[in-house]
T-cell receptor, first 112, second 117 residues
Framework: GQNIDQPTEMTATEGAIVQINCTYQ??????LFWYQQHAGEAPTFLSY????GLEEKGRFSSFLSRSKGYSYLLLKELQMKDSASYLC?????????????FGAGTRLFVKA | GAVVSQHPSRVICKSGTSVKIECRSL??????MFWYRQFPKQSLMLMAT?????????EQGVEKDKFLINHASLTLSTLTVTSAHPEDSSFYIC?????????????FGPGTRLTVL
């Protein structure tokens, strides 16, 4: 089976840096995604990691350690519009294909 | 990026009726589409994986006779909620995987908010 854990809520200040952690357990790991979701909207893709290390994309970076079953999403120079839920998702290989399982999400509040 | 559309975006129906939700990949072919359900302040729960031309694979606890999935073409999958009840009220989101994509990433539709009275 699969298990994905991430903090329920986090609060940070505009202009600061925040790190959202995610730990996972899966039988057939095939990649980890981070998505951003604003209330009432569908998730939007942020990052993808399949090998260990850091992937940087503008203000957003994502890190993966497969041996530790651990990832984090790093957001720099926080803006008010970054207030949203951040979903950690793991793609798991299954018989005949793959499926992506989502964590419960971390609600980030950015304050002025 | 690739675009996935859903129709309708919002539907209100009476208890006992059936509701059909369409999911289309607009500019790419998707042999696999996923259907998720999301309750308020909760994460996405995978309901089923839909493969073009074959039967859908349902997750444990999801009634296949209640949530009918059809994936008749490479760009269209439909989810029909049969005999809907108030507890079926939720945000239903489809996702399609682009096989030719760089990361085989999934693109999400905008979601359908279903309210059953």
């Amino acid at each position: 089976g699969q298990n994905i854990d991430q903090p329920t809520e986090m609060t940070a200040t505009e202009g600061a840096i925040v790190q959202i952690n995610c730990t996972y357990q899966t039988s057939g790991f095939n990649g980890l995604f981070w998505y951003q979701q604003h209330a009432g909207e569908a998730p939007t893709f942020l990052s993808y990691n399949v090998l260990d290390g850091l992937e940087e994309k503008g203000r957003f970076s994502s890190f993966l350690s497969r041996s530790k079953g651990y990832s984090y999403l790093l957001l720099k120079e926080l803006q008010m519009k970054d207030s949203a839920s951040y979903l950690c998702a793991v793609r798991d290989s299954d018989t005949g294909g793959f499926k992506t399982i989502f964590g419960a999400g971390t609600r980030l509040f950015v304050k002025a | 990026g690739a675009v996935v559309s859903q129709h309708p975006s919002r539907v209100i129906c009476k208890s006992g009726t059936s509701v059909k939700i369409e999911c289309r990949s607009l500019d790419f072919q998707a042999t696999t589409m996923f259907w998720y359900r999301q309750f308020p302040k909760q994460s996405l729960m995978l309901m089923a994986t839909s493969n073009e031309g074959s039967k859908a694979t349902y997750e444990q606890g999801v009634e296949k006779d209640k949530f009918l999935i059809n994936h008749a073409s490479l760009t269209l999958s439909t989810l029909t909620v049969t005999s809907a009840h108030p507890e079926d009220s939720s945000f239903y989101i489809c996702s399609a995987r682009e096989l030719a994509g760089v990361h085989n990433e999934q693109f999400f539709g905008p979601g359908t908010r279903l309210t059953v009275l």
